[in-house]
């Protein structure tokens, strides 16, 4: 059974850095692309960037980049999102995705970060 | 840059009834690259369209997809309890944002 399983929920103060994880499980990790959205408090999805974890190869959301660093551990089946300095309006919350043909068909169960002095 | 923009921004319907969605492109979309999820509260989004209009495995066959170009309409012929949700339109392209969502259509009981 494939699966994606997130780090838990973070309460962080504004500058502080963080670093979240999705482990992925039930399929070859180096063979699928992962994502990561963002869904703000009561607003939609954004697509913030994606990771191919053979090769690390890493595509960023203009959006988000220069903002985040994504990368991935394929010896732990694992996928980062780090900040280097939190603001307040990173209030979030996190899901990975695993792409496959078409979109993305695998979901984390999402890490909520919290922001707050 | 594509944009995505949904319509209506709520949709009130009754259990039973036929829902439509639309999601329109600023630009045109292959529709291989075109997907629609469903979000249901505190849950992550799950996959029911892709392709435009193959349904991802488990999604049962009364949601259905359409479209070409610039417009894509995800339909549901006869609405359960469990279809309350807020669904989005994806878009996958070959320059950034690789990936875009719309901006989501809310399905409520009326």
């Known amino acids: 059974e494939v699966q994606l399983v997130q780090s838990g929920a973070e309460v962080k103060k504004p500058g502080e850095s963080l670093k979240i994880s999705c482990k992925g499980s039930g399929y070859s990790f180096t063979s699928y692309w992962i994502g990561w959205v963002r869904q703000m408090p009561g607003k939609g999805l954004e697509w913030m960037g994606i990771?191919?974890?053979?090769?690390?190869?890493?595509r960023y959301s203009p959006s988000f980049q220069g903002q985040v660093t994504i990368s991935a551990d394929k010896s732990i089946s694992t996928a980062y999102l780090q900040w280097s300095s939190l603001k307040a309006s990173d209030t979030a919350m996190y899901y990975c995705?695993?792409?496959?043909?078409?979109?993305?068909?695998?979901w984390g169960q999402g890490t909520l970060v919290t922001v707050s002095s | 840059e594509i944009v995505l923009t949904q319509s209506p921004g709520t949709l009130s319907l009754s259990p039973g009834e036929r829902a439509t969605l639309s999601c329109r492109a600023s630009q045109s979309v292959s529709s291989s690259y075109l997907a629609w999820y469903q979000q249901k509260p505190g849950q992550a989004p799950r996959l029911l369209i892709y392709?435009?209009?193959s349904r991802a495995t488990g999604i049962p066959d009364r949601f259905s997809g359409s479209g070409s170009g610039t417009d894509f309409t995800l339909t549901i012929s006869r609405l359960e309890p469990e279809d309350f949700a807020v669904y989005y339109c994806?878009?996958?392209?070959?320059?950034?944002?690789?990936?875009?969502f719309g901006p989501g259509t809310k399905v409520d009981i009326k």
């Open positions: 995705a695993r792409k496959q043909t078409g979109g993305f068909g695998y």
């Open positions: 994806q878009q996958y392209g070959s320059s950034p944002p690789l990936f875009t």
């Open positions: 990771i191919y974890p053979g090769d690390s190869d890493t």
């Open positions: 392709g435009a209009s």
